[in-house]
Nanobody, 118 residues
């Protein structure tokens, strides 16, 4: 059974920080390209941050570049999203995604709610 389990979502004030975690199981973690997506009410799901390959280059949505950082720990089979200088418009459900490197397989986590509000 393949599972991606997100955690770390919370209510945070504007300007605050939060770190999301995604724990993977049931897969060969090093064979997957990891990414974070989010979906806010009334908006399309969007790529927030992701690796372009297993190797390690990253890309970010323009709206979060310079504030968010994606990282992975292969030994722990985890991927993280460090979010700094949070804004109300960052409020969304955040999803962890695992894409097979060189094979057509995708897995999604259940999502974790991030709410940025005073």
């Amino acid at each position: 059974q393949v599972q991606l389990v997100e955690s770390g979502g919370n209510l945070v004030q504007p300007g605050g920080s939060l770190r999301l975690s995604c724990a993977a199981s049931g897969l060969t973690f090093s064979s997957y390209v990891m990414s974070w997506y989010r979906q806010a009410p009334g908006k399309e799901r969007e790529l927030v941050a992701g690796f372009t390959s297993v190797g390690g280059r990253t890309n970010y949505a323009d709206s979060v570049r310079g504030r968010f950082t994606i990282s992975r720990d292969n030994a722990k089979k985890m991927v993280f999203l460090q979010m700094n200088s949070l804004k109300p418009e960052d409020t969304a459900v955040y999803y962890c995604n695992a894409r097979g490197a060189g094979f057509p397989i995708n897995y999604w986590g259940q999502g974790t709610q991030v709410t940025v509000s005073s």
